[in-house]
């Protein structure tokens, strides 16, 4: 297998393992905090294993810097509110609104950094906006407003964390990431109830934090090295397209129509974003 194929299909791993995150989160009968405080401890405990097997102990001095911190801080933030924005409003609010995350990293790119945004990703960020409104117009009235909401900081947060990525490209992701899952672990423990839960959640739980974050992460890590950044996007796309689709097929969890227009506005924007984006390297190798 070729190295670009092999990148497509682990990124296509990823999203279907990060896919599952949202029904893991309405099957558990756990409270948003002890889900947090669960999901965080099993997916620690593997990247910290994952760390250290990798790149040794040494790796973990990485934690002491600031750089490192504003980066897992932001993860952890973003890490909190998925969780909390699904208990609020529906799946595909949650995960459509969350994929506006890169355009919103852009627009803090060219604020912060001065980077450079082409009049394309403009007009996409537009369009997203626009969509975004029509999403929320009639979260109020179903009082799903506190979840999208919640989505649209979780967008925000890991926007963040991308711009210090960029700032700071000698951040080693991994440790960053077994750094978040341990914060959100230790922020959620005051709240949360580690003891009422049963071996079902325990073992659901377990699949949140090793396989949907721990391992998608991972597969995500090594599969983005190998192809180009707007390819990784697309794909990346599925988990926005999977998620809803198992909350439907095992709960019966159906987007209201406000969800589907802003979220087919959202959608399209980005498809044809990166359709755009994709078809450049060939038309500047023609």
Same mark, same amino acid.
């Given at each position: 297998?070729?190295? /670009? ?14 896919? %599952? ?43 002491? /810097?600031? %750089? ?10 973003? %890490? ?8 609020? /409003? ?25 980077? #450079? ?23 109020? $009235? ?14 925000? %947060? ?8 960029? #700032? ?63 390819? $990784? ?25 406000? $969800? ?27």
């Amino acid at each position: 297998m070729s190295p /670009t194929r092999r990148g497509a299909l682990l990124v296509a791993c990823a999203a279907v393992c990060w896919s %599952s995150g949202a029904l893991v989160v309405r099957l558990v009968g756990t409270s948003p905090w002890t889900t947090s405080l669960w999901r965080s401890l099993f997916a620690s405990l593997f990247l910290v294993l994952v760390v250290r097997l990798h790149w040794g102990p040494g790796i973990f001095a990485q934690w002491r /810097t600031r %750089s490192v911190l504003g980066v897992a801080v932001c993860m952890m933030v973003s %890490s909190t509110c998925f969780i909390f924005s699904l208990a609020y /409003t529906s799946v595909a609010n949650t995960l459509i609104l969350m994929s506006t995350g890169p355009y919103v990293a852009g627009l803090l790119g060219w604020l912060v950094l001065g980077e #450079r945004v082409a009049l394309r990703t403009w007009v996409t960020m537009s369009i997203a906006l626009a969509g975004v409104v029509v999403m929320v117009s009639n979260s109020h $009235s179903r009082g799903a407003l506190a979840g999208d909401l919640l989505a649209i900081v979780m967008a925000g %947060s890991f926007a963040i964390a991308t711009v210090l990525i960029r #700032r700071h490209p000698e951040i080693q992701m991994a440790p960053a990431a077994a750094l978040a899952t341990t914060l959100a672990g230790l922020v959620a423990l005051p709240l949360a109830d580690p003891l009422g839960v049963t071996a079902r959640d325990v073992a659901l739980l377990a699949f949140f934090g090793v396989g949907q974050f721990g391992a998608g992460f991972l597969l995500f890590m090594a599969g983005a090295r190998l192809i180009p950044a707007a390819q $990784s996007s697309l794909i990346g796309m599925l988990e926005i397209v999977l998620g809803p689709l198992w909350v439907w097929l095992v709960l019966a969890e159906r987007p209201v129509r406000a $969800s589907l227009a802003g979220g087919a506005l959202i959608l399209a924007a980005l498809l044809v974003n990166t359709l755009l984006d994709l078809a450049a390297p060939r038309r500047d190798s023609a």
